[in-house]
C-alpha cells in the first residue's frame, strides 16, 4: 500500500526554549508508526536513482522495502554492506545534496526521507546491540590506522570485520575525530558515537589516544613494531585566519577552538575547569556546517545575539539546509552579502566588526555566486566574541617529519583517488588529510576503499 502524501512524514523537534540552555539533539528519531508510512512513500524505483546520489552506494529501494515490512534487522544489514555508520551518516550527511536530491518523488514535493529512515534503523539497532559477523581472524596480520574520525573508525572498521588486528592512535584524548571535537551534541549525541566506538572494540579494534604520529612515534616506528600496513586518516583540523586587522583580539577565535572547547572540554560546564568565555554578543564569519554549529553552540551558551555574516547569498551557503533552518528558529540572525575587513577594539579585547557590503557580479565555474565590495560603504556590527570559520585546512606535521610520502603544496598527502595507496609501499592515505576540508561520508569512503585496498594488497603477498 503505498503512501501518496507529496510531504515528509513530521518529525518531533525539541523545543525551543529547551535548545537555548542545553545540547540535547534537535531532531528526534522517527517513531515507528511514522518510519514505515514514510517508507511507503517509496516508489521502489528499478533504477534506484537515489542510490547514484550515495557515495557510498547504500541499496536504498531495498533497506526502505525492509523498513516498510518492519524488518529492521535485514534493513540494516543492507545499509552496512556499504555503510559502517549509518546513524553517523543519517545525522550529519547533507542529503539534499546527495541521496534525497536525486529521489523522484522530490519533483513534485518532499524526496523520500532517507536519512532520517538510515537514522531510525540505525538508532533501532544499536539499542539492539545487534552487530555484524566478524571473520576468522587473519593469523598475525595487524594494521596501524592513523587519525580516529569516520574514515579511520570505518577503515578499522572494515579491516577488523576481515579479521585483521587493528590499532588506532589518535592525537587527541579522545576518539571520533571531527565527530567528536566539532560537530555538537545536539546534531549528533555523543551516545551515538560511544556506542559506534563500543562496537568497534568489540570486534577487536584497539584505540590508543593522546599518540600523535610524526612526535610520539614515526610511521617508521609502526612498522617496526611489526604493522603490516598503515592507514593516514589525520583529518583537516588546522582552522584557516583572514589576515585581518585586529584578529589577535582577546575574544576573537576560531570555530575550531570554540567548538573543541565546549564538545570535548565542556567549558560550558562549571565542573570542568576549561576557560571559555560567556559572550553576549557573537558574530560568526562563514557559511558552512561549522559557522552554523559555531552559531548554534553560542546561542546554547546565552549570547543575546548571534549573527552568521556570509560574503555571499542564502542561496550559495554550503551549510545544510535543515541547519540553516534550525539555527533560524534558535534565533541566530543571518547577515548576507558582508564581509569582514577588520576587528576593533579597545585596550586589546574585540568590541566589533567592520565589515564590507559586497554585491554579486555573475557566477563561478562552480555555479556559486562572484562577489565583489561595493565601494566606500561599510556596516559595523558591536560583537564581544568573533568566530571565524572560513575552512579548514591540513596541519604541516607530517609532511614534515614523514620525508618518504609525497605532499601537495597544501600539505595534503598524494594518495591514489582509486587504490589509496601513498608513495610508500603498504601506507595508504584517505579522508579529509587527502582531499581537505570535505564531508564525513566522503572520508568513510575512503577509508573503506583504503581497507579493502590493503586486504587485497596483504593477501596477495600472503
Ligand atoms: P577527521 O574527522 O578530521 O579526523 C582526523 C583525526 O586524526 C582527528 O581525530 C585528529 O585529532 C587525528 N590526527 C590528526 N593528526 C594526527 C597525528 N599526527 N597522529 C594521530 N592522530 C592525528 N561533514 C558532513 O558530512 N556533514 C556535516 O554536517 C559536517 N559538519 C561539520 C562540522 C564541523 C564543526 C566540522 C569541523 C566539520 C564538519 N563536516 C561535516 C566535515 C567532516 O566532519 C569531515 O569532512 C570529516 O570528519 C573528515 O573525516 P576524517 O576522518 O578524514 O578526519
Ligand atoms: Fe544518503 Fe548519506 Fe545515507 Fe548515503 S550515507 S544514503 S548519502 S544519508
Ligand atoms: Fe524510493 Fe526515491 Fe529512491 Fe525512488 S528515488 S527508490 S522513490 S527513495
Known amino acids: 500500500m503505498i503512501n501518496k502524501s507529496k510531504f515528509k512524514e513530521p518529525i518531533q523537534l525539541l523545543g525551543k526554549e529547551e535548545r537555548r540552555t542545553g545540547f540535547k539533539e534537535v531532531e ?9 508510512k514514510e517508507s511507503l512513500r517509496c516508489l521502489n524505483c528499478k533504477s534506484s536513482p537515489c542510490a547514484k546520489g550515495c ?48 529521489c523522484v518523488k522530490g519533483k513534485i514535493g518532499d524526496p523520500v526521507a532517507i536519512g532520517r529512515l538510515e537514522k531510525y534503523v540505525a538508532d533501532k539497532m544499536i539499542y539492539c546491540f545487534q552487530k555484524r559477523e566478524v571473520k576468522t581472524l587473519k593469523e598475525s596480520k595487524k594494521i596501524a590506522v ?37 560537530i555538537p551534541a545536539f546534531r549528533l549525541p555523543r551516545s551515538v558515537l560511544e556506542s559506534e566506538i563500543k562496537g568497534l572494540k568489540e570486534i577487536g579494534v584497539r584505540i590508543f589516544t593522546n599518540m600523535v604520529i610524526g612526535k610520539t612515534l614515526s610511521i617508521d616506528d609502526l612498522f617496526n613494531k611489526g604493522y603490516n600496513a598503515v592507514y593516514i586518516a589525520t583529518g583537516a583540523g588546522l582552522p584557516k585566519f583572514m589576515e585581518l586587522p585586529g584578529e589577535g583580539l ?23 575547569d576549561t576557560p571559555i568565555k560567556f559572550p553576549k554578543k557573537v558574530v560568526v564569519v562563514g557559511g558552512g556546517n561549522v559557522a552554523i554549529d559555531a552559531a548554534r553552540s553560542a546561542v546554547r551558551l546565552g549570547a543575546e545575539k548571534v549573527s552568521v555574516i556570509y560574503r555571499r547569498g542564502e542561496s550559495d551557503m554550503p551549510a545544510r539546509k535543515e541547519e ?57 556590527l558591536e560583537a564581544d ?11 604541516r606535521l607530517l ?55 590493503i586486504d587485497k594488497d596483504l593477501s596477495s603477498n600472503a
Open 55 to 102: 557515495p557510498v552506494g547504500i541499496d536504498i529501494p531495498k533497506f526502505i522495502k525492509c523498513v516498510s515490512q518492519g524488518l529492521i534487522s535485514e534493513a540494516y544489514d543492507v545499509i552496512c554492506k556499504s555503510n559502517f555508520l549509518p546513524s553517523i551518516c543519517g545525522r550529519v550527511c547533507s542529503q539534499e545534496k546527495q541521496c534525497e536530491a536525486r
Open 250 to 272: 582577546a575574544g576573537v577565535c576560531s570555530a575550531n577552538e570554540f567548538l573543541t572547547r565546549i564538545n570535548l572540554m565542556k567549558a560550558y560546564d562549571p565542573k570542568f
Open 146 to 182: 592513523i587519525g580516529s574520525g569516520p574514515s579511520g573508525l570505518t577503515c578499522a572498521g572494515e579491516l577488523g570485520h576481515k579479521g585483521y588486528k587493528v590499532d588506532v592512535f589518535e592525537a587527541l584524548h579522545t576518539p571520533g575525530g571531527v565527530l567528536a571535537y566539532g
Open 324 to 380: 540553516i533552518f534550525h539555527a533560524r528558529e534558535e534565533g541566530v540572525e543571518f547577515v548576507f552579502f558582508k564581509t569582514p575587513i577588520e576587528f576593533f577594539g579597545e585596550n586589546g579585547i574585540l568590541k566589533g566588526v567592520k565589515c564590507a557590503c559586497m554585491k554579486q557580479e555573475g557566477k563561478d565555474n562552480l555555479g556559486r555566486s562572484i562577489v565583489i565590495p561595493i565601494s566606500e560603504e561599510k556596516i559595523y
Open 399 to 453: 609532511c614534515e617529519s614523514e620525508t618518504d610520502l609525497s605532499f601537495d603544496k597544501n600539505n595534503r598527502i598524494i594518495a591514489d583517488k582509486i587504490t589509496t595507496r601513498t608513495s610508500r609501499k603498504y601506507v595508504y592515505a584517505g579522508g579529509d588529510a587527502v582531499t581537505g576540508a570535505a564531508t564525513v561520508i566522503l572520508a568513510m569512503e575512503a577509508g573503506k576503499r583504503a581497507a579493502n585496498q
Open 385 to 395: 566574541m568573533a568566530i571565524i570559520s572560513v575552512g579548514n585546512k591540513v596541519n
Open 28 to 36: 528526534f528519531t522517527l517513531t515507528d508508526e511514522n518510519a514505515v
